[in-house]
Every structure is written in structure tokens, then in C-alpha cells.
């Protein structure tokens, strides 16, 4: 997917009225994503329910999620690299981040502009796609370079890099060289 806007534009979807979130629009098939970056997805949606109402404390969820999904060790692991991510984008933003309910079964092949575009910043990072990379934290930042979001957004990247997997969905080992900002 290329990283033309207009896609990635908000507009309502033909949904009936109780549907959970009306800005849901793309369609995940459409990212391309690899089964790592789409097994993520209902857990991205877990930590952002949680830092839009606290009170659910859906990062408990999120947590017992990916533990379950990838075991404790590197489940735990992949939790703690997105909420970290999620963190940093949420504190450079001045609006909240649009999401889906990570609960709603109408809306789990379906993603909010948001949603596409922190999948593919992490999608860019995890392959070392510099450029691509640039622009998709800087539509998730809102034009942003924010440091803090780059740097937990390449270290998630280093852990958990696109490459050989063991088995379809799980992270790929650790890479030996460091990945760096490139200015």
C-alpha cells in the first residue's frame, strides 16, 4: 500500500448506527500486513481503549492477550514494546488517537486512519523502510518528528524485526546490529 492519503481519509462508513466506531474504514487486507504486525492489532486497541477511558483498565487485557497469543516471555515482551510506542505517540498528540473496540466483532477486519497508519510505521520500521517510515510518524504525529516516538518505535523494531520466523505470527529473533535515525 502506498502511502497516498486519500485512502486514509476519514469518512463514515455505511454501518447501522450501533456500530462501535463509524470511523472505521480500511480494511486490514489492504495493508498488507505480515501475521506478526496483524496479531497486534487487537492488542494496540486494548492500550488505546485504556488511555482513552482508564477505568476500563483494558491494558490488562492487552497484556493477558499477547501472553497468551506468544507465550509469557516474548508475549509479555511485545505488550511492554507497544504500550511503551503508544505512550509516546499519545503524549506528542494534541487529539487522542482514533480506534476501533477491540471487543467489537464487526469492526475487527476494519481500521480507523490511525490504527492504518501506527500498523504501517511499525510495518516500515520492522523492514528498515526509512522514508516510508519518516512519513508514516509523521501522519501518526501529526507532522511531528517526535524523538520519543521514533526511538520506542525503533526498538520495538530492533526486538521484534521482520524476518525468519519460527512459526507464522511469532516475532523474529533479535537483530545483532542496531537500527539508527536517520536525519
Known amino acids: ?46 492500550f488505546l481503549a485504556a488511555v482513552t477511558a482508564p477505568e476500563t483498565q483494558s491494558w490488562h487485557i492487552a497484556y493477558a492477550t499477547a501472553a497468551e497469543r506468544w507465550g509469557q516471555s516474548v508475549g509479555l515482551a511485545i505488550a511492554h514494546g507497544l504500550s511503551e510506542l503508544l505512550c509516546a505517540i499519545h503524549a506528542c498528540r494534541e487529539t ?4 476501533c473496540d477491540a471487543l467489537a466483532l464487526d469492526t475487527r477486519a476494519l481500521l ?20 516510508r517510515a519518516r512519513i508514516a510518524v509523521e ?33 523474529a529473533p533479535a537483530r545483532s546490529e542496531p537500527l539508527r535515525i536517520v536525519q
Open 139 to 171: 501522519n501518526v504525529t501529526h507532522g511531528r518528528r517526535d524523538a520519543s516516538v521514533i526511538r520506542a518505535g525503533l526498538k520495538f523494531a530492533q526486538r521484534f524485526h521482520a524476518g525468519m520466523s519460527r512459526r507464522p505470527g511469532d516475532p
Open 1 to 46: 500500500m502506498t502511502l497516498d492519503p486519500s485512502p486514509l481519509e476519514q469518512r463514515p462508513l455505511d454501518q447501522p448506527a450501533e456500530a462501535r466506531n463509524p470511523q472505521a474504514q480500511i480494511n486490514l487486507q489492504d495493508l498488507d500486513l505480515d501475521p506478526f504486525e496483524t496479531a497486534i492489532l487487537p492488542i494496540l486497541r486494548h
Open 112 to 131: 480507523t486512519a490511525d490504527e492504518a497508519m501506527i500498523l504501517l510505521m511499525i510495518r516500515y520500521m520492522r523492514r528498515d523502510n526509512t522514508e
Open 96 to 99: 487522542p488517537v482514533t480506534h
